[in-house]
């Protein structure tokens, strides 16, 4: 009878992990159908080195390598830098992924300065490949431009720029969440008003709250308190064009693995009480 009890107990929980698992991984594909290249979800996992380039008074962004030697993220750190936003470079390996990046520099004709400044933040066999191409593609362009090369580690960033940060994770977060910050703010401009009603105001709220349940799953996060600034709810895009947004009034906190949140777009309120299903309209008591 134990043995009976036993077999079923573990059938039951593989069963439950399977499930935890397909759900996590629907919530993870439909989230990054909604969104460009540049703004899908920060993983850490995906960090084993990086390389900044700064041109002086031209674009500066931050580009994140992982094991396997792909770009898998670029973070931007000023406007001049908005060119490279959501070009689908992210996902290609190093040496095609820099080339694209000077494709669209040499278009805009970003690198017509005197020098560049090429950080490596760990991995020198990886760092000298990105120099190579760089130099490469250079050349056969006819630029002339002096390299600066540099070396440093995350917390000298951290302490150089003054950031408000204590780890190297926090720092990711942050670079991460001033990159699309400002791609929002660049999209804003190109934004055409249009008025929404309370069943479409529903549809986008309960798409922001699905894209929360799926940064809870891929962050791992338990709990999480309203001030936390790791995904602020305003960056949410509630639609597939990335043009509607919970005001600034709405917030959310996790409990437990659940998410509590009030979610407002426009003059229509939803509260969450856990689930989407315990969704009421108006304000949270």
Same mark, same amino acid.
């Given at each position: 009878?134990?043995?009976? +009890?036993?077999?079923?107990?573990?059938?039951?929980?593989?069963?439950?992990?399977? &499930?935890?698992? =397909?759900?996590?991984?629907?919530?993870?594909?439909?989230?990054?159908?909604?969104?460009?290249?540049?703004?899908?979800? /920060?993983?850490? %996992?995906?960090?084993?080195?990086?390389?900044?380039?700064?041109? #002086?008074? @031209?674009?500066?962004?931050?580009?994140?390598?992982?094991?396997?030697?792909?770009?898998?993220?670029?973070?931007?750190?000023?406007?001049?830098?908005?060119?490279?936003?959501?070009?689908?470079?992210? @996902?290609?390996?190093?040496? #095609?992924?820099?080339?694209? *990046?000077?494709? +669209?520099?040499?278009?805009?004709?970003?690198?017509d300065k005197s020098l560049i400044e090429?950080?490596?933040?760990? $991995?020198? !066999?990886?760092?000298?490949?990105?120099?190579?191409?760089?130099?490469?593609?250079?050349?056969?362009?006819?630029?002339? *431009?002096?390299?600066?090369?540099?070396?440093? %580690?995350?917390?000298?960033?951290?302490?150089?720029?003054?950031?408000?940060?204590?780890?190297?994770?926090?720092?990711? /977060?942050?670079?991460?969440?001033?990159?699309?910050?400002?791609i929002e703010k660049s999209e804003d401009? !190109?934004?055409?008003?249009?008025?929404? $009603?309370?069943?479409?105001?529903?549809?986008?709220?309960?798409? +922001?709250?699905?894209?929360l349940t799926t940064y809870m799953f891929?962050?791992?996060?338990?709990?999480?308190?309203? $001030? $936390?600034?790791? =995904? #602020?709810?305003?960056?949410? #895009? @509630?639609?597939?064009?990335?043009?509607?947004?919970?005001?600034?009034?709405?917030?959310?906190? &996790?409990?437990?693995?659940?998410?509590?949140?009030? *979610?407002?777009?426009?003059?229509?309120?939803?509260?969450?009480?856990? %689930?989407?299903?315990?969704?009421?309209?108006?304000?949270? %008591?």
């Open positions: 009878m134990k043995k009976n +009890i036993l077999y079923y107990t573990v059938i039951v929980i593989i069963t439950l992990i399977i &499930i935890i698992y =397909m759900a996590t991984t629907k919530f993870t594909t439909e989230y990054e159908k909604t969104i460009g290249s540049s703004e899908k979800l /920060w993983n850490s %996992s995906n960090y084993k080195t990086a390389i900044e380039i700064n041109i #002086p008074t @031209g674009p500066k962004f931050f580009m994140v390598i992982n094991e396997e030697e792909i770009m898998t993220n670029i973070f931007i750190e000023n406007e001049e830098a908005i060119i490279l936003a959501n070009k689908d470079i992210e @996902g290609k390996k190093l040496v #095609p992924a820099t080339e694209s *990046i000077l494709d +669209i520099l040499l278009e805009n004709n970003s690198l090429v950080i490596n933040y760990n $991995d020198n !066999n990886i760092y000298n490949k990105c120099i190579d191409t760089i130099n490469n593609k250079l050349t056969q362009n006819n630029k002339t *431009i002096e390299i600066i090369k540099t070396k440093k %580690s995350l917390n000298d960033k951290i302490t150089e720029e003054n950031l408000d940060v204590e780890t190297e994770d926090d720092l990711l /977060w942050l670079l991460y969440l001033r990159s699309t910050d400002l401009n !190109n934004k055409e008003q249009t008025t929404i $009603d309370q069943a479409s105001a529903e549809v986008y709220a309960n798409e +922001i709250y699905q894209k891929n962050a791992n996060v338990t709990n999480q308190t309203k $001030d $936390d600034t790791r =995904m #602020p709810i305003q960056y949410i #895009p @509630g639609n597939t064009s990335n043009t509607v947004y919970a005001t600034s009034d709405s917030w959310y906190y &996790i409990e437990n693995s659940k998410i509590y949140a009030q *979610i407002n777009i426009e003059t229509y309120k939803f509260c969450y009480n856990g %689930s989407i299903e315990n969704r009421k309209e108006g304000t949270c %008591s």
